[in-house]
C-alpha cells in the first residue's frame, strides 16, 4: 500500500473516531430523542475544522463517524445513513463556501471570523438542523410541537460545538510552530484553578457575577495571544459543563437541566465570540504595524532594504573592520539607460527591469553581504569578509555580466547595465559619510570611462 493511500486511510480513521468519541462526549451532558442535543455537540466542531484544514479528503470519516454515533445510539439503520449524509455534505457545503468567500481558515482577520460566525450561524446548521430532523421524522414518528424543538435544540447544539471547537483548532494549527508548552501549559492550569475556586469553592452563583470574574482575564489574554485565549475558553467551557452535569456550580441552579445548559450556552457564546473579535482585532494590529515598520526600512518594489538601514550596515562593516580585522567593499551601483526604459516605455516596465536587475544581481550575493536599494535607479552592494581586490573584482565581473545581459520584460527587449564605484574599508575610511563619497564620486568616474565597468576609488595617500 503506497505511503499516500495509508496517510488518506488514516486521516479518515482519525476523523471517524473523533466524531464518535465527541459525539459520546457531549451526550454525557444532555441527549434527547436519540442523536439531539442541546448541549455543545463537539464532534461538529472537529468535522468542521478537519473539513477546512485538510479538504475532502476527510469527508468519509465524517460519514462513517455519524454513522456509528447514530447506530451506537439506537437509531435505525436509515435514519442514520440519512443524518450521516446531511452532516457530509454540510461539511461539503462549509468547504465550498469558505473557498467561494476567499475565507482565511486561520482566522486571520474580522471578515474571516464574521464570515465563519455566519456560515455557521445562518447557513450550515439551519441546513444541517432542518433536513435532519426531517429525516429523523420520515423514519421515527415525531410530534410536531417536539420537531420544532427538537430543530432549535440541534441548531444550538451545533452552534455551540463549532463556535467552541472550530476557532480552537484552526488557530492551534496555525500557530502550531510557535506555540511555548510551558506558557500553554500554565494558562490551562491557571484556568482550571480559577474556575474550580469561582464555581466550587466560592460557589458563585450569579452568572453576570462569574462572567464579570471570568471575562476580564481572558479578553486580557486575548490581547497577547488569540491560542491561549481560545484554549482558556473552551477549557472554562468543558469545566463548567461538567460542573452542571454533577450538579454543582453556577449552572446547576435552575431545576431545569434545558434551562442551565441554555444559560452556560450564553455565558460560551459570550466568551468565545469576545476572544475571537478582540484576539483578531490586536493581531491585525500588529500585522499592521510589522507593515509599517517594514515600509519603513524596505522597498515595496524589491524587498531590498532602503536607505534607513544604509547607515546600520555600513556601520555593521566597521564594526567588522576593528573587531575581526575584516575588508569589506562598499559598492555604489547606478544603472545606465534605466531612464531612458522608463521615459520610451513606460515606468511599469521599468518595475519589472529593476525587479528583474535584483534578482540577478542577489544569485551572486551571500547571507554575509548587504544589497540596498538607496535611490529610483541607485543601489548599494556590500560585500563582507572579503579576502582580496581580485575576490571582489570576479565577484563584481560576474554582476556586471548577468546584469548586461539581454532582458525581454513583456515583448520588449531591453538592454541595461551597471556603473560601479567601489570604495574599500577600512582603506577608504572607517565612517558612512567617508565610505559613501568614495564610492559615489569612483561610481561617477566609471560612468565617465564608458559605463558597465567598476572603478575603485583612489587609495589615500
Known amino acids: 500500500m503506497r505511503k499516500v493511500e495509508r496517510s488518506w486511510i488514516l486521516m479518515i480513521m482519525l476523523m471517524a473516531i473523533g466524531y ?16 439531539i442535543t442541546i448541549a455543545p455537540f463537539i464532534p461538529e466542531g472537529i468535522a468542521l475544522a478537519g473539513v477546512l484544514l485538510f479538504g475532502r479528503i476527510v469527508l468519509p470519516g465524517i460519514f462513517i463517524g455519524q454513522m456509528l454515533l447514530g447506530l451506537d445510539s439506537g437509531m435505525g439503520t436509515f435514519s442514520t445513513l440519512g ?15 469558505f473557498e467561494y468567500y476567499k475565507l482565511d481558515r486561520h ?38 410541537t417536539i ?40 494558562v490551562i492550569v491557571i484556568s482550571i484553578v480559577s474556575n474550580y475556586l469561582f464555581q466550587v469553592i466560592f460557589s458563585i452563583s450569579d452568572v453576570a457575577i462569574l462572567l464579570m470574574a471570568t471575562l476580564p482575564a481572558t479578553i486580557f489574554l486575548a490581547t497577547k495571544n488569540i491560542l491561549y485565549a481560545s ?17 454543582i456550580g453556577t449552572f446547576a441552579q435552575s431545576s431545569s437541566a434545558i434551562d442551565n445548559i441554555i444559560d452556560l450556552n450564553f455565558f460560551m457564546v459570550s466568551h468565545i465570540v469576545l476572544v475571537l473579535l478582540i484576539g483578531v482585532l490586536f493581531r491585525e494590529k500588529e500585522e499592521a504595524i510589522r507593515k509599517l515598520e517594514s515600509m519603513a526600512h524596505y522597498d515595496y518594489l524589491t524587498g531590498l532594504p532602503n536607505r534607513h538601514l544604509l547607515r546600520e550596515e555600513i556601520h555593521h562593516t566597521v564594526y567588522l573592520s576593528h573587531s575581526q580585522n575584516e575588508k569589506s567593499a562598499i559598492c555604489f551601483i547606478d544603472l545606465d539607460g534605466f531612464k531612458q526604459v522608463n521615459d520610451t516605455l513606460g515606468h511599469h516596465i521599468g518595475d519589472e527591469v529593476l525587479k528583474e536587475i535584483v534578482n540577478r544581481v542577489k544569485v551572486f550575493t551571500r547571507s554575509e553581504d548587504a544589497f540596498l536599494r538607496i535611490g529610483g535607479d541607485e543601489f548599494l552592494l556590500i560585500l563582507n569578509h572579503t579576502q582580496s581586490k581580485e575576490t571582489v573584482n570576479t565577484k ?18 531591453i538592454e541595461i547595465s551597471f556603473s560601479i564605484g567601489v570604495a574599500c574599508c577600512p582603506e577608504h575610511g572607517t565612517t558612512v559619510e567617508a565610505l559613501m563619497g568614495a564610492s559615489d564620486s569612483a561610481m561617477y568616474e566609471a560612468k565617465r570611462r564608458g559605463k558597465n565597468q567598476f572603478f575603485y576609488a583612489p587609495s589615500k595617500e
Not at 459525539?23 to 444532555?30: I, N, Q
Open 20 to 35: 464518535y468519541v465527541g459525539g459520546k462526549v457531549s451526550f454525557l451532558f444532555f441527549q434527547q430523542d436519540m442523536i
Open 396 to 413: 563584481l565581473h560576474d554582476i556586471l555580466s548577468a546584469v548586461s545581459d539581454t532582458m525581454y520584460i513583456q515583448g520588449h527587449r
Open 147 to 186: 420537531l420544532f424543538k427538537n430543530i432549535f435544540f440541534w441548531w444550538f447544539g451545533n452552534v455551540m460545538g463549532q463556535l467552541l471547537i472550530t476557532p480552537m483548532l484552526l488557530i492551534i494549527f496555525d500557530q502550531q510552530n510557535s506555540i511555548k508548552r510551558l506558557e500553554l501549559l500554565l
Open 107 to 144: 482566522l486571520h482577520s474580522v471578515r474571516d471570523i464574521f464570515g465563519l460566525l455566519l456560515l455557521i450561524t445562518l447557513i450550515l446548521q439551519p441546513f444541517s438542523a432542518i433536513l435532519g430532523n426531517i429525516v429523523v421524522s420520515l423514519f421515527n414518528s415525531v410530534e410536531h
Open 231 to 247: 484554549v482558556a475558553s473552551v477549557i472554562l467551557a468543558i469545566m463548567s459543563l461538567y460542573y452542571t452535569h454533577l450538579g
Open 83 to 97: 443524518i450521516s449524509l446531511v452532516n457530509t455534505v454540510e461539511a461539503f457545503i462549509a468547504l465550498r463556501l
